[in-house]
T-cell receptor, first 114, second 109 residues
Framework: EPEVTQTPSHQVTQMGQEVILRCVPI?????FYWYRQILGQKVEFLVS????????KSEIFDDQFSVERPDGSNFTLKIRSTKLEDSAMYFCASEAFEMGNTIYFGEGSWLTVV | RKEVEQDPGPFNVPEGATVAFNCTYSNSASQSFFWYRQDCRKEPKLLMS???SGNEDGRFTAQLNRASQYISLLIRDSKLSDSATYLC??????????FGKGTTLSVSS
């Protein structure tokens, strides 16, 4: 079964450092997402991306966050200056042709900010 | 008001039991409904979509009541492997998925 892959699986970073989380979506998918889940909390939407631009973002996705798809395969989430409260599991997801199709999640990148 | 509300549990049941989870959503414009399963520190995985007419997949039955903005999941003949957190998820057309916090199920032998 095709899968979404994410790297790193776990990263520890110091507060104020920049972090880049990488994702390789399923190859024929067109919609890409980042979600996050703080330990013990619900899965929260951050941003969706289609046709090389952001299609929707939540209020969590402020100026410290950015996304890009630099080479047509990788889909990255950058956090410019990490805060302690950015510690969470970050899930990448992709979807095939239309919104409402099955969304496939990667295994997640666990970010710990110290 | 929370967008998607679930009883957090935990629900502790013996093997073979039947267990039901409920979920309410606040946005009447929601159009798609799902139950996801999430194991500890793993990614959410789609368990089943929920249709207005109700639908069944083996031991799992999902129901949707649009008038009451209520979704349910029934698990019959619980297995040890059903132990997980069950996430109620909704979205409107063309928007991102909105997750409930999840209901934790623990099935014991």
């Amino acid at each position: 079964e095709p899968e979404v892959t994410q790297t790193p699986s776990h990263q520890v970073t110091q507060m104020g450092q920049e972090v880049i989380l990488r994702c390789v979506p399923i190859s024929n998918h067109l919609y890409f997402y980042w979600y996050r889940q703080i330990l013990g909390q619900k899965v929260e939407f951050l941003v969706s991306f289609y046709n090389n631009e952001i299609s929707e973002k939540s209020e969590i996705f402020d100026d410290q966050f950015s996304v890009e798809r630099p080479d047509g395969s990788n889909f990255t989430l950058k956090i410019r200056s990490t805060k302690l409260e950015d510690s969470a599991m970050y899930f990448c997801a992709s979807e095939a042709f239309e919104m409402g199709n099955t969304i496939y999640f990667g295994e997640g990148s666990w970010l710990t900010v110290v | 008001r929370k967008e998607v509300e679930q009883d957090p549990g935990p629900f502790n049941v013996p093997e073979g039991a039947t267990v039901a989870f409920n979920c309410t959503y606040s946005n009447s414009a929601s159009q798609s409904f799902f139950w996801y399963r999430q194991d500890c520190r793993k990614e959410p995985k789609l368990l089943m979509s929920v249709y207005s007419s109700g639908n069944e997949d083996g031991r799992f039955t999902a129901q949707l009541n649009r008038a009451s903005q209520y979704i349910s999941l029934l698990i019959r003949d619980s297995k040890l492997s059903d132990s997980a957190t069950y996430l109620c998820v909704v979205n409107q057309a063309g928007t991102a998925l909105i997750f409930g916090k999840g209901t934790t199920l623990s099935v014991s032998s």
